[in-house]
């Protein structure tokens, strides 16, 4: 069973702020590009017009796309559409793939913008059903994102951009249907780009917009064309009240010569943000909720900047990715942009966090004008060889085989190949070629495409049972080994290039039941074979195979004599059956790859072994392997890749990717290099003091709390443990290994199931009534809780066998609090917190569930116990953009929060 998440940074509804969506009002005038190089289509539109507001001429989306239905949203949303576009939609109800066909140059770089507003179309009310609601997108044969509308009011736009290179004149934008609710899209806008601009994207790495910022002062919630001649988006900055100041000028911003790799529009650079004087620093957290790829969360943050207060320009400040410096004292220079990026390098920064801090012999606080943040999109997936795909389509064109689902590339992603065609996918890096086609008994009337010969890597075509007409094309088929044409109305002469090959046994030739064979006598109208390629098949094929098994039965021997430990290679077991999974696929030749062919093991557990390992991009990380085990045999590894690849918070372990071989899985994920809790509080290591230990405690209560209150259905982890909270270089506490978590629905007070957990941490009521609930984990966490104070295992020898909870009653029960706390922390501890912490647990470990706490409030206590800490000035933005219908902007993605806030932290 598939569970679907929906987790936000927030229970509350998304607020509005209630604005209007202007889109542009400014008509200064710009240069670079013309908007008669756009490509704008409203999807489900029959008309060709002009926007009111942009001037943008927009073209109805028929002869873009085959199939699909066209709707208008529901009247009752009619009136308030802030444009025409949100009117329309193209929905499609049929197939697993559907796809645009938009035109392009190759090797053109462009910016892709797909819209979403659902309006009740259907009348089925299908955003607030409470059912999941989403499905995928590709851009080319490559995985984009997905576009989860679950619980989003039916009146929101949702936008989704993509940076990418055209790997050939035409682009396909296509639709993935998950089984969650039918695909549909409402816009597609087409954006031509500079060769120089965005030089990190080219045809291997894509970005997928992630946020687009202008800072100071602006009339418009939304800055798009002309302003921007591109005809980017960016969102204006929603604090201008204190501490905020917002800064202009009306002199010109320039930028070096030479300098093409974003051009911000000049207008929006005269704007910038800064603080008052009384603050050093701020930072901007851009909330990760469960409808990016979370495919890895890999980012790519440009900040522009320039001085633009010309009063005093002493102001220098360093800038983080989370607790990483990326650029150190950076001074703005005065009237000048300056883009700092990290050219090309992807950033892992799993709470999207960034910091401006400024530096001790700077006088003013951090200034910016300009933001943006991309996410990696992997363009692993090669295209079908470009003259491959050119032929394909005149056959479509040719025989109007609109009727099959031939949509998007023929070959690529693998998963989504054209029905009745076999494909070749080299080891190499070389396109897939087409090298058989299957199209018996289609109906197929008229004469014999000459583009079925073009094809130079088809090797088998059958054609058998249909209507075609006239003569064999003359043509020159090196490569073609089965032509089969029998029983069709061909009569017209067999071109001596055919006759040839056939002739030479490099042809298995079928024309039987054709009127072509009243006039001639051969093997091939006869339903004879030709057998001079059978009898050599027959004499070499069994001498071929005798040779093989012996030189595998050799290799045998010799792997199993002197590497027996070694791993068989599994690459030939891969499993081709894909798991609709947005996250990345690792092959085993990857794994062997990024492990250095398995050598340093880091952990062994009931899972497998654990591996460190290197990506390609130079993170470290765990892969824990499981030999001679398919998805079949395994029943942890679905429920945690399913899980770990919709929930992300800073406080739960990254899940990069995993491997699906039938002899083999595999999940990666970001290496903790600190280790686990546990090897940290019995392993000799006294660097924890007791706020450490708290801070540490803390992150995973915000874990549990965020799985428990935050997930759409709630997702219990059943095996809360030491051993399963890892730390990072930090001492940041996440927590890993799902596999034994389970989901249900607030419909549900608890779900019935096998109980499951380790010794000592297992819920007594659960293990009891196997009735399981939230409270399951505030039990589990608990005895976590106990262990953080005792450094303790949760059942020792004392001198009997004993139970933590039941030892600290014990302890405290004979003396004072004193003695339960942890030897190694000595006097290192305030008692009062002490005291909290340790109520805390015991109110946790409560036999009855009704009397423990919920994890928000264990969170809070956490808190509170923690000793004070100076405030931060903190910016909380959650998600992507969206639009509403009635025109109000709504910086969310999905039913994702966006607030702003002064924050306390750590």
């Not at 900047?305 to 990715?321: D, G, H, V």
């Not at 801070?695 to 095996?719: K, N, S, T, W």
Request: proline residues 5%.
């Amino acid at each position: 069973m598939v569970i679907s998440f929906s987790c936000s940074a927030s229970r509350r509804p998304t607020r509005s702020l209630a604005l209007l969506f202007i889109l542009v009002v400014m008509k200064t005038p710009v240069h670079g590009q013309s908007t008669s190089e756009f490509v704008s289509i409203d999807c489900g539109n029959n008309s060709t017009y002009y926007d009111t507001i942009t001037e943008i001429q927009y073209d109805s989306d028929s002869g873009f796309a085959e199939g699909g239905l066209s709707h208008k949203i529901s009247a009752e949303f009619m009136a308030g559409a802030g444009n025409e576009q949100q009117k329309t939609l193209r929905s499609f109800p049929d197939g697993p793939r559907n796809c645009y066909t938009l035109p392009s140059t190759i090797g053109k770089k462009f910016l892709l913008r797909a819209m979403f507003t659902y309006g009740n179309y259907d009348g089925l009310n299908r955003t607030m059903d409470g059912s999941p609601f989403l499905f995928g997108l590709h851009i080319g044969v490559n995985f984009w994102e997905a576009v989860n509308l679950t619980s989003v009011d039916p009146t929101l736009t949702i936008w989704k951009e993509v940076i990418t290179v055209a790997p050939a004149n035409l682009v396909f934008v296509c639709l993935i249907n998950f089984g969650t609710g039918i695909p549909f899209v409402s816009a597609l806008e087409l954006r031509p780009l500079e060769d120089l601009m965005y030089p990190f994207v080219n045809t291997s790495v894509s970005v997928s917009y992630f946020r687009r910022i202008r800072f100071g002062q602006a009339t418009e919630i939304i800055t798009r064309y002309p302003t921007d001649s591109y005809d980017r988006f960016w969102e204006s900055w929603p604090q201008n009240s204190y501490p905020w100041i917002s800064v202009n000028t009306s002199g010109r911003v320039r930028r070096l010569p030479g300098n093409h790799a974003f051009q911000v529009p000049e207008g929006i650079l005269q704007q910038a943000t800064t603080l008052d004087t009384n603050y050093s620093y701020f930072e901007i957290k851009m909330g990760v909720g469960p409808n990016l790829d979370p495919k890895n969360l890999q980012l790519l943050p440009i900040f522009h900047f320039a001085e633009i207060n010309l009063s005093n320009q002493n102001r220098r400040f360093n800038i983080y990715s989370d607790n990483d410096l990326l650029f150190r004292d950076f001074a703005p220079s005065r009237l000048r942009v300056d883009s700092m990026y990290g050219n090309g390098r992807f950033l892992h920064n799993p709470t999207a966090t960034f910091l401006l801090n400024k530096t001790r012999r700077s006088r003013l606080p951090p200034l910016i004008n300009a933001f943006e943040l991309y996410t990696l999109v992997r363009m692993d997936n090669l295209t079908t060889d470009s003259n491959d795909v050119h032929y394909m389509k005149e056959v479509k064109k040719r025989y109007n085989l609109a009727r099959k689902n031939w949509n998007g590339d023929p070959c690529s992603p693998r998963e989504y190949s054209w029905e009745d065609l076999t494909c070749d996918y080299p080891k190499s890096n070389q396109n897939p070629r087409i090298v058989a086609i299957d199209l018996s008994a289609n109906g197929l009337k008229g004469g014999l495409a000459i583009s079925f010969m073009n094809i130079s890597s088809l090797e088998n075509l059958d054609l058998s049972h249909n209507n075609l007409t006239g003569a064999i094309p003359d043509y020159q088929i090196n490569s073609l080994k089965v032509l089969n044409l029998s029983n069709n109305q061909l009569d017209g002469p067999i071109p001596d290039s055919i006759l040839q090959r056939f002739q030479d046994g490099l042809l298995e030739l079928r024309l039987q039941g054709n009127p072509i064979c009243s006039k001639v006598n051969d093997t091939y109208c006869s339903n004879k074979k030709n057998t001079t390629p059978t009898v050599l098949i027959a004499v070499i094929v069994p001498v071929v195979l005798v040779s093989l098994l012996v030189v595998m039965c050799i290799l045998w021997k010799l792997c199993w004599k002197g590497k027996s430990g070694d791993h068989e290679d599994y690459a030939m077991y891969e499993d081709e059956t894909p798991l609709h999974i947005d996250i990345r696929r690792f092959t085993y030749a990857e794994l062997k790859l990024i492990t250095s062919n398995f050598q340093s093991i880091i952990g062994k557990g009931g899972f497998g072994i654990v591996y460190h390992g290197t990506l390609e991009y130079g993170d470290e990380v765990a892969v824990k392997v499981l030999m001679e085990t398919s998805i079949a045999d395994s029943t942890d590894f679905l429920p945690e890749v399913q899980t770990l690849s919709k929930v992300h918070h800073k406080n739960l372990v990254t899940l990069q990717g995993y491997c699906q071989n039938k002899k083999c899985l595999a999940l990666v994920y970001d290496f903790m290099p600190r280790g686990n809790l546990q090897q940290l509080l019995r392993g000799g290591d006294n660097s924890l003091n007791w706020e450490q230990r708290l801070h540490i405690a803390l992150d995973a209560a915000q874990g549990l709390e965020y799985l428990h209150e935050l997930c759409i259905p709630a997702i219990v982890h059943r095996d809360v443990k030491t051993p399963n909270i890892l730390l990072d270089k930090n001492l940041v506490g996440v927590i890993s290994d799902f596999g034994l978590s389970r989901a249900f629905s607030d419909a549900h007070t608890h779900i019935s199931t096998v109980a499951a957990g380790t010794l000592g941490y297992l819920d007594p009521e659960y293990h009891a009534t196997f009735q399981l609930t939230v409270k399951t984990d505030v039990y589990s966490f608990g005895i976590v809780l106990l262990e953080i104070i005792t450094g303790q295992p949760p059942v020792f020898m004392d001198p009997q066998t004993v139970h933590l909870p039941n030892w600290v009653r014990q302890k405290i029960a004979s003396g004072s609090i004193d003695n339960v706390v942890d030897k190694r922390l000595l006097d290192g501890y305030d008692v009062s917190s002490l005291q909290s912490v340790v109520d805390l647990a015991m109110n946790c470990v409560e036999n009855a569930a009704i009397e423990r706490p919920t994890m928000t409030e264990v969170v809070s206590r956490l808190k509170m116990c923690l000793p004070a800490v100076p405030r931060l000035l903190q910016l909380t933005i959650s998600g992507v953009p969206t639009i509403s219908n009635e025109g109000n902007f709504h910086s969310d993605h999905a039913g994702r929060m966006s607030e702003t806030s002064l924050l306390s932290g750590r």
